[in-house]
């Protein structure tokens, strides 16, 4: 049986999805996004909100991605109670781990829209929330290589709009119990 993904925020799926062998469960708020994943790559997908608990059992995921997130889950992913980061640690298999790939300008923020602001979020807040919830977390700049893996429209759009982008990705393993 091929391992699991839960992909959180997967929107439309992006070019990437038939090159896995893993069985990925996708997750977003938009039900007419998993309707045409489901009918497009036979993805099963569940609609739900990031800033509620997930509805997956405990230690049910080897891995967890989330592919450039939108605003609003990237203000989960950043904010200090680290909801977020819980319900990951949670439905995430011991030493297993998430992968977050994200966009910043060249002094690592993002401009987000919350409610009739534009606030200017730093992703990097990532690894200091995760690491404080019991993740070791590495962090990298992507190369060319990594990039052409996952050119899709949404990864376009944002390197036409933001020339300047830095691409990042931050790998945080679930410790085990003996290592928290």
């Given at each position: 049986?091929?391992?699991?993904?839960?992909?959180?925020?997967?929107?439309?799926g992006?070019?990437?999805?038939p090159?896995?062998?893993?069985?990925?469960?996708g997750?977003?708020?938009r039900?007419d996004?998993?309707?045409?994943?489901?009918?497009?790559f036979?993805?099963d997908?569940v609609?739900?909100d990031?800033?509620?608990?997930l509805p997956?059992?405990d230690?049910?995921?080897?891995?967890?991605?989330?592919?450039?997130?939108t605003?609003?889950?990237?203000l989960?992913l950043?904010?200090?109670?680290?909801i977020?980061w819980?319900?990951i640690?949670?439905v995430?298999k011991?030493?297993r781990?998430?992968?977050?790939?994200f966009?910043?300008?060249?002094?690592n923020?993002?401009?987000?829209?919350?409610g009739?602001?534009?606030?200017e979020?730093?992703p990097l807040?990532?690894?200091?929330?995760?690491?404080?919830?019991?993740?070791?977390v590495?962090t990298?700049?992507?190369?060319?290589?990594d990039?052409s893996?996952f050119m899709?429209?949404?990864l376009?759009?944002?390197?036409?709009l933001e020339?300047?982008?830095?691409?990042?990705?931050i790998r945080?393993e679930?410790?085990?119990?003996?290592?928290?």
């Open positions: 049986m091929a391992e699991r993904i839960l992909d959180l925020g997967i929107g439309y992006g070019e990437y999805l090159l896995d062998t893993w069985q990925r469960i997750f977003d708020v039900d996004r998993l309707g045409l994943i489901k009918n497009k036979g993805i997908s609609v739900g990031v800033g509620q608990f997956f059992c230690n049910s995921f080897s891995k967890v991605q989330c592919f450039f997130p605003d609003e889950l990237l989960k950043t904010e200090d109670s680290g977020l819980d319900e640690s949670r995430l011991p030493s781990f998430a992968e977050i790939y966009e910043s300008n060249a002094g923020k993002r401009k987000v829209i919350f009739p602001e534009v606030i979020v730093n807040r990532m690894i200091k929330i995760a690491s404080q919830k019991g993740f070791r590495k990298a700049k992507l190369n060319d290589k990039i893996k899709t429209s949404t376009e759009n944002i390197l036409e020339p300047q982008s830095v691409l990042w990705k945080a679930k410790l085990s119990q003996k290592e928290d």
